[in-house]
Structures are given as C-alpha cells and as structure tokens.
C-alpha cells in the first residue's frame, strides 16, 4: 500500500527563507502585522499564512534540537540549538503575542465559524492573558539549563563488564537471571549517577527559581496555574489531578503489590530489591530480539502491518526520508521522543534501542505519535496540527497495546505471550511512577523555596505512599535521589499526569479492539485525523472512549488488566 506525502505548497512564506534569520522573520511578522482584517475571509486566510511562518521556525527549532539530542557531545550542534532559543525565540515570541493581540482585537473576528476556530481563539486568549516580555529572558535561560541536563545525562558513563556502556545500554543486565550480576549492575549505574547528583540538582534549583520568577511576572502566587495554563489545561485542573493520585493509591497500589508478592515468592526471595523488576519470574532467558535498527524497523513495521496495513505504509515513510534515530550510543541524550518537521509535515523518531523488547514497545509508542502526526498532517492551520498532549499519549499508548495483540506477527507465541503478560504489568507500575512524578511536581511548586533534604524526604514519602512494597535497604540515598533520573522535571515542566489520563483511554481503545478490531482503529484514525480541532473531551469520544479520571473508571480498567494477564 502506498501513500503519498506531497510536500506542503508555499503561498505567503518564500521557499528560501532562513528561518533561523530575524531580519528575515521580522519582516514577514511585520508584513501579517499590518494586513487589514476586516472579513471573516481575510482573517482566515491570514491565519494560513501566520501558519506557514510559525510552520516554518518551528522546523527550524526542531531540526536543531533533534541534531543536539542526537549529539550532545557537539559543541557545534549545541551551540546552534542555542542560538535558535537565545537569539532567535525570545524575538519570535514577542512577535506571536503582537500577533495573537492583532487577531483578538481584529473586526472579524465575531464573524468567524465559532465551532470551527473555538480551539484557537481559547487557546490564543489565554496566551495572550499569560504572555509577558520578559518571561522570554527568563525562557532563554531555562533552555540553557536544560540543555545543560541532557548534556550531563548523555555524557554519563557505565563501567561495567570490562567496558564502557551508556545507561539505556545497562538495561540487558537486569533481565538477568543472575541476581548477583543484577545486583552489580544496579550498583555501577548508581555509583556513575552518583557522581552527577550535586551537578543535576544545581540545575533543577536554577530551574524551580526561573519558573517561579515567570509565574511571578504573569501575576500568579506560584508557578502550578501559570504552567496549568501554559500547557492549555482547559478540560481539568490541580483537584483533578489529585483525585487521579488517590485513585492511583486506591486502586493501582494493591493490584501493583498482589504481583510483587507473586514475584516475590516465584523468585524465592525474602524482598524485592530494586534490581528485581525486570527478571522473567519463570526462569526464561532474556529475550534479544534484535541487534541492529534495520531489525527493529522490521519487527515494528510486522506489527504495525498486522495492527492495519495503512500504519506499515505509513511507518515505511519513515524510514525513506531518513527519520528514525533508535539505537543508543554514547554521546546520545537519554529517553524517546517524536518530534514533528513542521514544514515538509513529518515526523522524526528518536530512541535508545539496545536489543530489548522494550525497545519494541518504546518504537510502537513513538510509531503511536507519528501516525497520529501523519494523519492530521492535511490541516494547513498549524494549530488543528498542534493536539493536546494528553490525546497524543493515548495515540502512543494505544498502539503500544494493539501492537501489544499483534506480537506474533515477529515473535514466537511463547515469546509474544510473556511479552503481553510483562507489559500489562508494567502499565500498573507505570500508574504507580505516573502518580508519583505527578504528585511530587505538585509538591515542589506549592513548596518554594523547599531545601534540597526536604525535596528528598518528600519524594521519598510519596515513592512510600505509591510504592511502599520495594525494599531499598541500604540505599536511602539512591531512593531520595531517584526523581533526577527523570527528563521530565527538568525540560517539560508538569508533563506527566498527560500518561496517567492516556493510559486511561489507551486501555479504553485496548477493551474496544478485543470486542471489534476493524471498529476500534478506525475510531483510533479518525480521533487523530482531527489533530487539535476539537476540545479534548470530543477527541477522546472520537475515540470512542470516556474522558474520566476516576476510581470507578480506574478500577473497572486495573480489573481488566489482572483479568487479561490470567488467560
């Protein structure tokens, strides 16, 4: 099956233009700035044509960060990405505000579809509302930091087994059946993060003070509505969240310490130990399915091709243009991501693939984002483009778990099935660690000017309240300092509660696919053609599934899982 991408048609933007470039940019801002907006017609197309520049610098910016996650040992990368954010950005932003100031107060704007541009005008108020000039300084400052914390991460190194190795490249060894060699590998990985500890935290501290100044400056106490409203949380607030943490205690908690006790006594062990959350329980070697990218990009493009023919086409687009980066190597900033080329309308996958099936799933999750990147690539308004983020994790999470039902397409059915049974535990534990990176941002930024003992001893009192059935015995230490290996805190602010709420509607899509397969994806299609077009809650019953936080909804769902890992 074919699909063909025709590259975007350039109206009002020149296909020359570098986008890295102020004078360039200024002059086109200006050109919008000063269009008149007298009918419903003109303000339209000038949002087309305020699309393409924003289309265009966001290229720009995501070409530049891509190059510098890719080699954070660059100077020269690292440098052009900061450039982009220090030079260019904070001149950018003051130019959208003028902007989205011009749209807001233009003549037509009453004249307008108001279900059809309701997403953006709400979306642009409330910009407009927290939009202060100097945040942008401060925004520029914040990127250098965060840059600095993917240095950091992508420069530590593991010696262990008579070599080097990067973090992601320590997970085969505890898979291990050999808890003594798991044991030494726990200890490597933390006597190497160990010694970045005091580095990370100065940057965090440098960050919360930052975030706090910017909510200050926008005339908020504290930094958790500002960021709310940032991120367009519009559909729920700080009390919704907290009822997802209790949910999470309530429901999650007790099913998470039923298997560790199963896991436990199959593993004839007195605790579970840190090291202890990987290893196959029935005693099965650890599963390698791959050693190069070529054979993951073959193992992902079978199930996707099994899941729907359309998602291998589409995922084959990929891999033509040259856009997938997923093995690790050192040098290489931590985690996954996708990341959207605004301008040619496609997305880039980055990963840290090192031959374990949760390689597989970390590529069927960034897969999830592309296709739901692919189909709503048709909308020229960058803004129905630009979804919410807790509808693009139910895209990720979603496909992790119909690929999750296609395993055989790649792996053996004995393969496939304990691959099944690993990942649906690991959803309760990821509710568990969701709940907790969640709750502890709320804590650190209701709690200013916190000491750094007291930020260690509340996350250990929330990994406690979430996770009490781990045994870190002798290493307090390493438990209080557990929060800093997460990417998160430091480069996406309160970004995390956004997996508690896909997941959610993930298990939803995952329920509906085992009733009917062909009714469920084409649900899934449609809810991601729609891109960010609709509020959140009418994306999610595109979906067909229910917008809900709450414990009937999360114990309904945790029943299904245990239920689902029996058979």
């Known amino acids: 099956m074919a699909i063909e991408l025709a590259p975007p048609q350039w109206h009002f933007v020149p296909k020359t233009l570098a986008a890295g470039s102020l004078p360039e940019l200024e002059l086109l801002f200006a050109t919008l700035q000063a269009r008149p907006l007298q009918t419903a017609a003109g303000l339209a197309q000038w949002l087309l044509d305020e699309s393409e520049l924003l289309s265009r ?68 108020r409330t910009q407009s509302e927290i939009f202060r000039a100097e945040n942008t300084e401060l925004q520029v400052k914040e990127a250098e930091l965060q840059t600095q914390q993917q240095t950091i991460a992508g420069s530590i190194t593991v010696e262990f087994d008579g070599k080097p190795h990067t973090l992601p490249q320590m997970a085969p060894y505890f898979e291990s059946q050999d808890r003594n060699l ?28 930052l975030r706090g100044t910017m909510a200050k400056n926008a005339g908020f106490t504290n930094y958790t509505p500002y960021r709310f409203l940032e991120l367009g949380r519009f559909d729920y607030g700080v009390t919704q969240c907290l009822a997802f943490h209790a949910a999470v205690e309530n429901c999650v908690v007790p099913a998470v310490r039923k298997l560790d006790a199963i896991r436990t006594k199959q593993l ?7 090291w202890d959350l990987e290893v196959d329980v029935d005693g099965r070697p650890p599963h390698r399915p791959f050693a190069t990218q070529s054979e993951l990009e073959d193992i992902c493009k079978s199930v996707f091709h099994a899941v729907d023919p359309r998602f291998a086409a589409e995922f084959a687009v990929l891999g033509k243009h040259d856009l997938l980066d997923l093995m690790s190597r050192q040098g290489k900033a931590p985690g996954g991501y996708q990341y959207q080329l605004e301008d040619v309308r496609l997305p880039f996958i980055f990963a840290n693939g090192v031959g374990l099936h949760q390689d597989v799933q970390t590529l069927l999750h960034e897969g999830g984002h592309a ?71 709320h804590w650190l ?6 000491t750094r003992n007291q930020r260690r001893a509340a996350w250990v009192d929330i990994r406690n309240r979430f996770a009490p059935h781990i045994d870190w015995t ?47 994806v084409d649900d899934y299609r449609n809810a991601c053609a729609l891109g960010g077009s609709r509020p959140l809650p009418e994306l999610f019953m595109a979906a067909n599934v229910t917008f809900d936080l709450s414990q009937t909804m999360l114990q309904g769902l945790v029943e299904d899982v245990m239920k689902q890992m029996q058979d």
């Open 474 to 520: 002798g290493l307090q230490d390493a438990m209080a300092m557990q929060w800093v290996g997460q990417t998160h805190l430091f480069n996406h602010a309160f970004y995390y509660i956004e997996y508690g709420i896909a997941q959610i509607a993930a298990l939803q899509v995952w329920r509906n696919y085992r009733s009917d397969k062909q009714a469920a």
């Open 57 to 124: 610098i966001a290229a720009e910016q995501a070409r530049r960060y891509v190059a510098m996650t890719c080699h954070t040992d660059d100077p020269n990368k690292r440098q052009s990405y900061l450039a982009m954010e220090q030079e260019v950005m904070p001149r950018v932003k003051v130019l959208a505000d003028a902007l989205d100031k011009r749209f807001l107060q233009s003549e037509a704007l009453n004249q307008l579809d108001p279900k059809h541009y309701a997403v953006v005008i709400r979306k642009r």
């Open 268 to 274: 004839a062990l007195e605790s579970l130990r840190p």
């Open 182 to 209: 798991r044991e030494k590998a726990f200890a490597a990985s933390l006597a190497a993060r160990r010694q970045h500890w005091e580095k990370l935290e100065d940057t965090f501290d440098q960050l919360l003070a």
């Open 371 to 441: 296709f739901h990147s692919l189909l709503c690539r048709h909308h020229d308004l960058l803004a129905f483009r630009d979804y919410p983020i807790e509808m693009a994790e139910t895209a990720s999470m979603s496909m992790e778990l119909l690929g999750l039902e296609n395993l055989t397409a790649a792996y053996t059915a004995d393969r496939a099935k304990t691959a099944r049974k690993k990942h649906l535990e690991g959803i309760l534990r990821t509710l568990t660690w969701i709940a907790s990176i969640d709750a502890f941002q």
């Open 445 to 450: 930024y209701a709690n200013q000017g916190h």
